[in-house]
């Protein structure tokens, strides 16, 4: 199985910050690489697919990049409802997996 | 507006069993692919379970022989069966729909927490 990395575990940024989250995988994934939104009660939410592409109504702050093994989101101008935890996910190989996650905090 | 409700949660003692359900609205579940993912407190989103829309199904190693996942066609409902529950069973239980067939999980249930506990 592909395992999923990323870093930070946690953060805290200021509304209006600009944070960057990163993912990395064990073995080639050329794009196949996904971002997650999700908080305590709700459904998760695709915020990214094929490691660079927004998913249907997402703000543009939200951006992602990378190929490969190496892949980041990026979350510009913070806003309060950002926080969340964000989890990256390979669909390149059987059985998809996911990273720890990444808890972002907004003071 | 695409919608996935799971229910059937719930304290159960080890090795017991529990079935989760997951009705959804505003597609079909037949005709998509729809998986079962899971995370445990303090861990990450662990895919568990797979049905294809040819009925095909897929598990984790880790639940492969204890837990079975079907779906009704009349009423649009996903389940997962799950029995010889163990204590690192307990978690979150998510259903997911892909987005065609690549992997990628576009709608997502708000969950139903399964806890295994004596």
């Known amino acids: 199985d592909i395992q999923m990395t990323q870093s930070p575990s946690s953060l805290s940024a200021s509304v209006g910050d600009r944070v960057t989250i990163t993912c990395r995988a064990s073995?080639?994934?050329?794009?196949?690489l996904n971002w997650y939104q999700h908080k305590p009660g709700r459904a998760p939410k695709l915020l990214i697919y094929?490691?660079?592409r927004l998913q249907s109504g997402v703000p543009s702050r939200f951006s992602g990049d990378g190929s490969g093994t190496d892949f980041t989101l990026t979350i510009n101008n913070l806003q309060p409802e950002d926080s969340a935890t964000y989890s990256c996910?390979?669909?390149?190989?059987?059985?998809?997996?996911f990273g720890p996650g990444t808890r972002l905090e907004i003071k | 507006e695409v919608q996935l409700v799971e229910t059937g949660g719930g304290l159960i003692q080890p090795g017991g069993s529990l079935t989760l359900s997951c009705v959804a609205s505003?597609?079909?579940?037949?005709?998509?692919?729809m998986s079962w993912v899971r995370q445990a407190p303090g861990k990450g989103l662990e895919w568990v379970s797979i049905i294809y829309s040819g009925g095909y199904t897929s598990y984790a190693d880790s639940v492969k022989g204890r837990f079975t996942i079907s779906r009704d066609n009349s009423k649009n409902t996903l389940y997962l069966q799950m029995n010889g529950l163990r204590a690192e069973d307990t978690a979150m239980y998510y259903c997911?729909?892909?987005?065609?067939?690549?992997?990628?999980?576009?709608?997502w249930g708000q969950g139903t927490l399964v806890t295994v506990s004596s």
């Open positions: 997911a729909k892909e987005y065609g067939s690549s992997s990628v999980f576009d709608s």
């Open positions: 073995q080639s994934i050329s794009s196949y």
């Open positions: 505003g597609f079909t579940v037949s005709s998509n692919f």
């Open positions: 996910q390979q669909s390149h190989s059987t059985p998809v997996t």
């Open positions: 094929a490691a660079s």
